[in-house]
């Protein structure tokens, strides 16, 4: 496995910004795998969010976030970033970094431990 390390996460209004960190630990991350995001909301299932290939190509769960999100990376660093804006309630949740040769879950090798995001007023 593959250490992933989260950082980003707090509480923020609705309508508010947060920007997660994922940093992966070894070389040339991103010549072998793609890494993304999860989130799991209380009661609910693990769903994914949005992931980022190694040629850089990304992908999104366009019904939920719907153009608010974007995900980046810096390959030389293996960091991926998950710029969150015009947060709603329904966003809270855990968010989970995962690195895999694709963003199937029975394909994800590492899993990060999570950063809980909460949108309240």
């Known amino acids: 496995q593959v250490p992933l390390v989260e950082s980003g996460g707090g509480l923020v209004q609705p309508g508010g910004s947060l920007r997660l960190s994922c940093a992966a630990s070894g070389r040339n991350i991103f010549r072998l795998f793609s890494m993304g995001w999860f989130r799991q909301a209380p009661g609910k299932e693990r769903e994914f969010v949005a992931a980022i290939g190694g040629n850089g190509s990304t992908t999104y769960n366009r019904d939920s976030v719907k153009g608010r999100f974007t995900i980046s990376r810096d390959a030389a660093a293996n960091t991926i970033y998950l710029q969150m804006n015009n947060l709603k309630t329904e966003d809270t949740g855990v968010y989970f970094c995962?690195?895999?040769?694709?963003?199937?879950?029975?394909?994800?090798?590492?899993w990060g431990r999570g950063t809980q995001v909460t949108v309240s007023s």
């Open positions: 995962a690195l895999g040769v694709s963003m199937a879950v029975s394909s994800i090798a590492s």
